[in-house]
């Protein structure tokens, strides 16, 4: 029986469910098999009768015979077993499993039966290893808010805690005699603690540069075996002595064999090796996985409606203080909606413009802008629209909030700091850290504290934690985290809560996907505001709550049984191109293999009509590029537009553009920005690409991006996925803390409704027909992939997998950063220059920086060289590889450029790569009859550059003029807006800081930007 994990909704299985894994109740695949005779970073054990062996593979745990053979799998892909353990016995196993959304400890017998969960609860409990005389499992947690090493008595069930140090530890293992263990620290170091004292001892110390894996004792106590990894080597090491040759040597502790024998796992294979004289024997094996490939049918968006369509895209609403009226960014301009009317734009000038707010008085409004060339606060009169420029400074200034009384405004900067500006002195202050993705600010009735969204990690051992709520009292700078409930999250960092209610009892978050009043400082239980799924929370002085649902404006009044719809009758249409010719004087149309010279390209109503030679047609405008070439436009396929959407403002659809990106795909963005950029790009106010978007990734109870929905109940995917056909999505994203079980059910609902789904796991997500995956490596759950290992290298089961599960793998190779260090063209380019804010370019000099300098550039040019050869690898045995950045973790539209020119560098031809970025991009949308190559009925949408970017594959970064439906941009038009900025006559005095009292406990303040594993 399941032991049902504390304070949350435990996952509902059952036995049987064990039998008849996840992927056999699917609907949509057609089921097939891989074997595969390798294995990226597995892990193995040995039975005490040296009879059989244990592999975890692609997070199903596998018996084989210790010769080798055909190996047979024990667990089923939701039980998401890893790190096997026989310890003293010979038919029995410890391992860990993420079945129930935490990682805990569990046990079986090798024949199936006895399964049986130990641990359960918030915890990550990873690592076991069975004592000598299998009563105890040592293992490491992150429980109690540190990590540290506890034992599990199997005689009784119960848990005490061994270590209290402030380090992280992990990867224990037990002295031959049970009387020690030997644990990693901080990656760095091996200890050794007496069981019965708690006494330590350094073991081991890494050389700089180096980290430690898997220590192991000898049969005798008196060595240790481990690995060590330092930038491209993974060695095997006994004591001092480095006793591999060049292997791979994966980062688990190596089984002592004998005294003079190790088994251990690399360049994915299982191998023994003898100590004295380094005979090494190969274990083989085979595994059959389970592959399903997508079959469904999709129901892709119209892209060319015949009539006007509702405004979903409604950002950041916000009720003025009376109830009577609603502020929202939409269609790239700022409305303003009276409740009953119609709405009204008050700002919308071109610029980028967002987060609106209402002085107390209604006559006003406060927001962000960039029309001055940075991120400004800017105040507008309703009256008359006077505008007045509030900020001045590098900009990057953002979600702006005013105080109760109007005489103050809480605001972001471009890092994360919350600061407080006092409007009549002007002057400004900043009152908490840099935070990563914090959410809007909240002020209470009193104007002494704010409150806002921002994640409190779980542990050390990675950044994921709880959406809390965060207080600063502004008179002291107290910095105060408070959990909205036990082992919860608020839905997402943005506009999703908190919100102070006017008499100042409760906070108002989204929590689960719906909206809670929860009472301040615990006065009484949260109350649940209604059953249907919300966003974008606000409130007015009489406690009405406005919010959105599934793309309707909602109001609950006190009092009120049930929320009414707040009608907003605004419409758009999708721009209309004129009709022109393109005289190119050569064109790639993305299939042919050469150039066809001298063709005229005619357009009219968004598509190419006709492709022909130089013609004399009159009475339409004709384009001269007969310098240029003609070449479709590219597709970036992984991106987070509004991960830092605000600080780039209007800037980045001009950047990717003016780079030759016509399209984009959003893969984890707030919903409704996501929207509001979409339609604001159809609709011609916006010049950017187009843009293919989902909101936010689902994920597990923990989440560290501000874009992730926490997932804990199966009720929940059906409320997103309600949400997600409702809003429109193009895609579903899964995040590496969703249980499998959960992504089963997601991807399985994904595909009823018509629409594909991606996740970051090579496996097992290709056993019940996911469409994609996200990187050559990306973040995991486990704190490393089982798609490359932890040196780099990409092995034939990762590769096997992808080409057989007919999804797509996006290349976002974040390791081409390191190209800057001999190619500096995109960096200097005019168009970086002029267009990149100063905040963005400052992250990008800070990354060409670490990336270039060595050791690490060289470490980084293996890991580049590693992941194009798994690519390459992948598409040249009938994969779909596709071009996708991750930015702004990657740098925007540069991003494209670097990933073309490495795929070139590290074996691509051009044709390839640049089908990648398009034609195949076009297919992995489901829109390869409409984009990707050029040719009669297509959307006219392409880029003329300068030179043959078949031969020379910089030439597709030497882009003059690009054309998106049919609408055409020359590169001046592009940067016109922000090539002079304006000069600022405002002038604010900054206060020094509120320091934080105690803020040292605060240790994840450091971690101001993204985690660089890829998100």
């Known amino acids: 029986m399941a032991v049902p994990a504390a304070g949350l909704a435990p996952l509902t299985w059952s036995d049987a469910a064990v039998a008849a894994p996840a992927e056999a109740r699917g609907s949509t695949a057609v089921d097939g098999t891989v074997v595969v005779d390798q294995g990226t970073n597995i892990s193995v054990s040995l039975s005490a009768d040296r009879t059989t062996l244990a592999i975890d593979l692609g997070t199903v745990l596998w018996l084989l015979p210790a010769g080798g053979g055909t190996a047979t799998p024990i667990t089923s892909t939701v039980q998401d077993a890893t790190r096997p353990d026989f310890g003293p016995y010979r038919d029995r196993l410890v391992f860990q499993s993420f079945r129930t959304g935490t990682y805990g400890i569990w046990t079986m017998r090798t024949d199936g039966s006895e399964l049986r969960q130990w641990t359960a609860g918030p915890d990550d409990d990873q690592e076991p290893r069975l004592s000598p005389d299998g009563r105890t499992v040592v ?51 091996i200890d050794i603690i007496d069981v019965a004292t708690g006494a330590r001892t350094r073991a081991v110390t890494a050389p700089a540069g180096a980290t430690l894996q898997g220590p192991s004792f000898s049969p005798d106590g008196t060595r240790l075996a481990y690995v060590r990894t330092t930038g491209t080597d993974a060695a095997l090491l006994v004591d001092d002595t480095v006793i591999s040759d060049t292997e791979d040597v994966f980062g688990f502790a190596p089984v002592w064999w004998s005294d003079d024998e190790l088994l251990y796992t690399a360049d994915g294979r299982i191998r023994r090796r003898r100590i004295s004289d380094g005979t090494v024997t190969t274990i083989p094996f085979t595994a059959a996985l389970t592959v399903a490939r997508p079959a469904y049918r999709r129901t892709p968006r119209d892209l060319d409606p015949t009539v006007a369509r509702p405004v979903r895209g409604l950002a950041s609403p916000v009720l003025s203080r009376d109830g009577r009226a609603v502020a929202f960014q939409a269609l790239n301009a700022i409305w303003v909606l009276p409740i009953g009317g119609t709405p009204r734009r008050v700002v919308g000038d071109g610029y980028f413009a967002a987060d609106p707010d209402f002085y107390p008085d209604g006559r006003a409004l406060i927001y962000s802008s960039d029309r001055t060339g940075s991120t400004q606060l800017w105040r507008t009169t309703l009256a008359d629209g006077t505008s007045t420029q509030l900020t001045d400074g590098e900009g990057g200034y953002l979600r702006p909030r005013l105080s109760p009384d109007g005489t103050r405004v809480a605001y972001q900067d471009a890092a994360g700091a919350t600061w407080v500006m006092d409007l009549a002195a002007r002057t400004t202050r900043q009152v908490t ?4 993705g914090p959410g809007r600010a909240t002020w209470s009735p009193d104007g002494s504290m704010l409150a806002l969204a921002a994640v409190r ?23 105060r985290y408070t959990e909205v409930m036990p082992h919860r999250s608020i839905s997402n960092r943005g506009n999703d809560g908190p919100v102070w209610t006017p008499d100042g009892s409760a906070l108002l978050a989204v929590v689960d996907g719906v909206p809670w009043s929860i009472p301040v400082d615990g006065a009484g239980e949260p109350r649940r505001l209604t059953d249907e799924s919300a966003d974008e929370l606000s409130v007015a002085d009489d406690g009405s709550v406005l919010y959105l649902s599934e793309g309707r404006l909602r109001l609950l009044r006190p009092g009120a049984a049930r929320p009414t719809t707040v009608a907003c009758p605004l419409t758009f249409r999708v721009a209309v191109s004129e009709p022109l010719i393109i005289r190119a004087g050569a064109v ?67 950047l990717l553009l003016s780079y030759g990106v016509t399209s984009v795909r959003g893969v984890a963005d707030p919903a409704y920005d996501m929207l509001e950029t979409r339609e604001s790009q159809e609709a011609g106010t916006r010049a950017a690409p187009r843009f293919f978007g989902t909101g936010e990734a689902l994920d597990g109870g923990r989440v560290y ?26 895609l579903v994203k899964t995040y590496i803390r969703l249980p499998s079980e959960f992504e089963a059910l997601a991807v399985e609902a994904s595909h009823r409704a018509g629409i594909p789904a991606t996740s970051h796991y090579a496996y097992p997500s290709p056993s019940y027909g996911l469409d994609g995956l996200e990187h050559v490596g990306g973040g995991n759950r486990l704190g490393y992939t089982q798609i490359a290992s932890r040196i780099g290298r990409v092995y034939d089961d990762t590769v096997a997998l992808l080409a057989a599960s007919g999804g797509w793998i996006t290349s976002t190779l974040l390791f081409a950063a390191v190209r800057y260090a001999h190619d500096t063209a995109l960096l200097t380019d005019e168009r970086t220059r002029v267009l990149m804010p100063a905040s963005e370019y400052h992250i990008l000099q800070e990354l060409i920086a670490t990336s270039t300098a060595e050791p690490r550039a060289t470490m980084l040019r293996s ?15 009938g994969g779909l590889v596709v071009v996708g950045t991750d930015s702004p973790i990657d740098t925007v539209a540069l991003g494209m450029h670097q990933n073309l020119r490495a795929m070139v560098e590290h074996g ?16 992995a949308l489901g829109r390869g009859a409409e984009l990707g190559t050029l040719r009669p009925g297509r959307r006219a949408d392409l880029a003329l550059v300068e030179g043959d970017p078949l031969t020379d594959i910089t030439a597709a970064a030497a882009v003059r003029q690009v054309m998106v439906a049919g609408r055409l941009y020359t590169r001046e038009e592009l940067l016109r807006p922000f090539l002079t900025a304006t000069p600022s006559a405002v002038s604010v005095t900054t206060l020094p800081a509120l320091t934080a009292p105690g803020d040292d406990e605060h240790w994840w303040h450091a971690h101001g930007v993204a985690d660089p594993c890829g998100c």
């Open 433 to 436: 850290p840099a935070l990563f």
């Open 908 to 923: 691509f031809t051009p044709y390839e790569a640049l089908r990648a970025a398009t034609a195949n991009a076009a297919t």
């Open 705 to 730: 991006y501000a874009a992730m929905r926490p997932i804990t109940a199966p009720a929940q995917i059906a409320r997103e996925l309600r949400r997600a056909r409702a809003l429109g999505y193009d």
């Open 457 to 479: 990690p779980y542990g050390r051992r990675n950044l994921a934690g709880y959406n809390q709520i965060l207080t600063v009292t502004l008179a002291t700078g107290e910095l």
């Open 863 to 877: 890991f580049l060289a590693g992941a194009v050869d798994a690519l390459l690898r992948i598409q040249r045995r």
């Open 139 to 189: 293992f490491a947690s992150d429980r109690a808010g540190a990590n540290n090493l506890w034992l599990l008595s199997l005689d009784d069930g119960s848990v005490r805690r061994l270590t209290t140090s402030t380090s992280l530890e992990a990867m224990p293992t037990w002295s031959p005699d049970g009387r020690r263990i030997a644990t990693v620290v901080d990656n760095t170091a």
């Open 588 to 654: 790639w149309d993305g299939s042919a293999r050469s150039l066809r010279s001298r063709t005229d390209i005619v357009v009219r109503d968004g598509r190419i009509a006709r492709m022909v030679s130089p013609t004399t047609e009159t009475g339409v405008r004709i384009v001269d590029a007969s310098t240029l070439t003609a070449i479709p436009g590219l597709i970036d396929m992984h991106v987070h537009w509004h991960n830092r959407g605000r600080q780039w403002g209007d800037r980045q659809g001009r």
